[in-house]
């Protein structure tokens, strides 16, 4: 079979692309490989390949699409949401580079304690307690948990 590009020489590598609609195949000899960058001198793995033909064809983004809830990358990236928990291995190389658009780093770290702010956490959930132990007449428990707040340095108790 010869080179549906030159039609000249054999073709020595079969690249088949599954679009939504059809289906397309290519025979190609390993000089119109090499021109299309299917081949190189540097040994790309096959994964590398095809992203490297999908971008030189323009792939779309609507064709990404999750395996098990079918939304397609488009759809995430309009609604911002994904529809199952496997989504995230199936849009994993396109989140990873919105992550580090958006922080300019890929990883997480959280947001830091500010300082004083259990403190003050601590003293809100106290004063519920208070409300509710008031409420149901435990006065003992009321006077322990007014303790509690006099010993964070709260005047006004009550």
Do not use: W
């Not at 994964?47 to 990358?73: F, Q």
């Not at 990883?107 to 003293?123: S, T, W």
Request: net charge positive; with cysteine; aromatic share 6%.
């Amino acid at each position: 079979m010869l080179c549906d590009d030159c039609k000249k020489n054999p073709a020595t590598i079969i690249f088949k692309e599954v679009l939504p609609d059809r289906t397309v195949e290519l025979h190609l000899c390993d000089e119109c490989a090499a021109k299309r960058g299917l081949i190189s001198a540097k040994k790309m793995s096959p994964l590398e390949v095809l992203h490297k033909l999908l971008k030189e064809k323009g792939a779309r983004d609507a064709e990404v699409i999750c395996p098990v809830c079918y939304l397609s990358l488009a759809e995430f990236k309009r609604s911002g949401r994904f529809g199952c928990s496997h989504c995230i291995n199936t849009f994993e190389p396109y989140i990873k580079t919105l992550v580090k658009k958006i922080h300019n780093s890929d990883k997480h770290i959280g947001r830091k304690l500010v300082p004083g702010r259990k403190r003050g956490i601590e003293i809100y959930k106290l004063r519920e307690e208070l409300k509710k132990a008031l409420e149901r007449e435990a006065y003992e428990e009321a006077a322990r948990i007014r303790d509690q707040l006099k010993d964070y340095g709260v005047e006004d108790v009550g």
